[in-house]
Structure formats: structure tokens, C-alpha cells
T-cell receptor
């Protein structure tokens, strides 16, 4: 079974702090994704990585950066946390469709971040 | 730009009823369509994935269908149970992209 883990289930930070959210997958997936989920707005893609050190902006990248130094790990960084970044953050991974297989996405349990 | 719509936003049914959840999308050039379940405060669980060349997929009491030409998919749940209560999300992967476009979900409540 594919397993996607996230470093924290709940996190409370103060405005202006630098925040790191970590995601690890154990199935050798090429693709990794960071989403945020807010009531009424649904899931929105923040960043996407299709290979080590490769990244692509999603729909709402402002205020975020990412790092992918190893294939299994994808980090989301809030350089200076703000209250409007309070949200549920979800990580996902999938195989690349270039392999000729389906690129089913598998999700982690989520991190509920509160910025005070 | 691909848009995904799920109607209704919420649905309440008595236990044992068969039900259908709907998903529509605007661009028929999809690679696949995925149905997920989300319990409150949790991540998404993948239920079914239908490739663009397929018409339906089944898993247990769940059956998902795909009609690409009309831009529609349905998720059929047979003999619903209280444990089926959750939010169900539909997402499409457009051809040439690895990314999913999500609907906002249907919140299902199955009453005992």
C-alpha cells in the first residue's frame, strides 16, 4: 500500500515565524503535490514537483516555497507565516503518467496549521 | 480552463438507500477521473479511478461511470450505511497534465 506521511497533524505558529511542513512517500513516486483546503474554497494546488529539484507553481503559490532534495520528501515552507495561511494542508503523490501507468494520487493525513 | 462541479453540495438519505452522486466537467479532453472520500479533519482516500478509455469502475458497493462526451461522471453507492457518511470529491486529470482539478464535493449523511 502507498503510504504518504506528514510531519505533524496539528501545528500552531505565530505571525512572522518560518514554518516547515514535511511530506514523505514510500512508493518511489515521481510526482508530489501540496494543497491547501479551506471551507467554501475546496482544494487548491500550491506547488507541484515532478522530479527531484523540479517544481512548478500551482494556483496559489504566493507566500510559499518548496524544496525537493530527495525523491521521497517534499517540503512546504512558509517564509513568514501570516494569519491568512491558517488552513488544512494536504500532501499527495503519484506516479508519472510518462511511465504509461495511471497517475492516481494518494494523500497524506493532512496538517491543520493555525497561525496566531 | 477545466472546471469541475458537484451537485448537490449536501445530501441526506436513510440507511439502506441506493444513491447517486454527480460530477460534471467542462473540458472533455481528460486523462482520467478520480473519486475520493474525505472524513472530517482527515486526508483524502482514493476510491476509484477511471481512465479516459473506460466507461466504469467498480469496487464493492461503489460503481463509478464516465461519459466523456457529455462531461459527466456518477458515483453510485448501493445499500448505503451510516459509515458511508463523508464528503465525496471528484477530480479530473486533463490530458498532458499531472495535476488534478477538484470539485468542491458532496457531503453525504446516511441516517440510521
Amino acid at each position: 500500500d502507498v503510504k504518504v506521511t506528514q510531519s505533524s497533524r496539528y501545528l500552531v505558529k505565530r505571525t512572522g515565524e518560518k514554518v516547515f511542513l514535511e511530506c514523505v512517500q514510500d512508493m518511489d513516486h515521481e510526482n508530489m503535490f501540496w494543497y491547501r483546503q479551506d471551507p467554501g474554497l475546496g482544494l487548491r494546488l500550491i506547488y507541484f514537483s515532478y522530479d527531484v529539484k523540479m517544481k512548478e507553481k500551482g494556483d496559489i503559490p504566493e507566500g510559499y516555497s518548496v524544496s525537493r532534495e530527495k525523491k521521497e520528501r517534499f517540503s512546504l515552507i512558509l517564509e513568514s507565516a501570516s494569519t491568512n495561511q491558517t488552513s488544512m494542508y494536504l500532501c499527495a503523490s503519484s506516479l508519472s503518467s510518462r511511465r504509461g501507468t495511471n497517475n492516481e494520487q494518494f494523500f497524506g493525513p493532512g496538517t491543520r496549521l493555525t497561525v496566531l | 480552463k477545466q472546471e469541475v462541479t458537484q451537485i448537490p453540495a449536501a445530501l441526506s438519505v436513510p440507511e439502506g438507500e441506493n444513491l447517486v452522486l454527480n460530477c460534471s466537467f467542462t473540458d472533455s479532453a481528460i486523462y482520467n477521473l478520480q473519486w475520493f472520500r474525505q472524513d472530517p479533519g482527515k486526508g483524502l482516500t482514493s476510491l476509484l479511478l477511471i481512465q479516459s478509455s473506460q466507461r466504469e469502475q467498480t469496487s464493492g458497493r461503489l460503481n463509478a461511470s464516465l461519459d466523456k462526451s457529455s462531461g459527466r461522471s456518477t458515483l453510485y453507492i448501493a445499500a448505503s450505511q451510516p459509515g458511508d457518511s463523508a464528503t465525496y470529491l471528484c477530480a479530473v486529470c486533463t490530458g498532458g497534465s499531472e495535476k488534478l482539478v477538484f470539485g468542491k464535493g458532496t457531503k453525504l449523511t446516511v441516517n440510521p
